[in-house]
């Protein structure tokens, strides 16, 4: 089993939507969580950081739930520019790299 | 700024030719580290290192090599290219941040091994 799973889709939803992406991660040592986006050909960039008490920023709202080992990223009101790859990301422990989701796809159209 | 510089953008090798990856940040960041992504496998760890003199192998380290004489250098080896080794390569430092780490990612290697 991969260390971190992502619904691959893609998702394609019209303009104003509400989408949500899952991820699950198989180490519960893991202490840091959070969402990358990649625009096609791009690299990735920090989205943002999935905290256990759950934090939003704008449009965007991530949850963690350590007990089911899982983390969700909710973008509300789409738009054409959120199109692009959401990689789902963990970090084992102090001193280690991150792990990386193979990444959901989302195409919004108008 | 810089940031993460990464160099070459292309490059295309027989397979058996050698050749390295340069990375350099100016970012004073401590860790930094090497990911491929292939088409549907996203991104894989090769290589990372946590600060000058200290480096570990990642989830497929096969096939390279990594040091870190710097703290601003990472360079990656590949020894004698492969098909296999066809990929884009990106390079990344970060730091922590509140707890958790920002990876700066350079803008990628599009290498080609025939």
């Known amino acids: 089993r991969k260390e971190v799973e992502q619904d691959p889709g893609p998702f394609n939803v019209p303009e104003g939507a509400t989408v949500a992406f899952n991820c699950t991660y198989s180490n519960s040592a893991s202490q840091s969580f959070f969402w990358y986006r990649q625009d096609c050909r791009k690299e990735p960039k920090l989205l943002m950081s999935?905290?256990?008490s759950g934090n939003e920023d704008g449009r965007f709202t991530a949850q963690l739930n350590r007990a089911s080992q899982y983390i969700s990223l909710l973008i509300r009101d789409s738009k054409l520019s959120d199109s692009a790859t959401y990689l789902c990301v963990v970090k084992r422990q102090a001193g280690t790299a991150l792990i990386f989701g193979k990444g959901t796809t989302l195409s919004v159209s108008s | 700024n810089a940031g993460v510089t990464q160099t070459p953008k292309f490059q295309v090798l027989k397979t058996g030719q050698s050749m390295t990856l340069q990375c350099a940040q100016d970012?004073?960041?401590?860790?930094m580290s090497w990911y491929r992504q292939d088409p549907g496998m996203g991104l894989r760890l090769i290589h990372y290192?946590?600060?000058?003199?200290?480096?570990d192998q990642g989830e497929v380290p096969n096939g390279y090599n990594v040091s870190r004489s710097t703290t601003e250098d990472f360079p990656l080896r590949l020894l004698s290219a492969a098909p296999s080794q066809t990929s884009v390569y990106f390079c990344?430092?970060?730091?922590?941040?509140?707890?958790?780490?920002?990876?700066?990612f350079g803008s990628g290697t599009q290498l080609s091994v025939l």
């Open positions: 970012m004073n960041h401590e860790y």
């Open positions: 290192s946590v600060g000058a003199g200290i480096t």
């Open positions: 990344a430092s970060s730091y922590s941040s509140g707890g958790g780490e920002k990876l700066f």
């Open positions: 999935v905290y256990s």
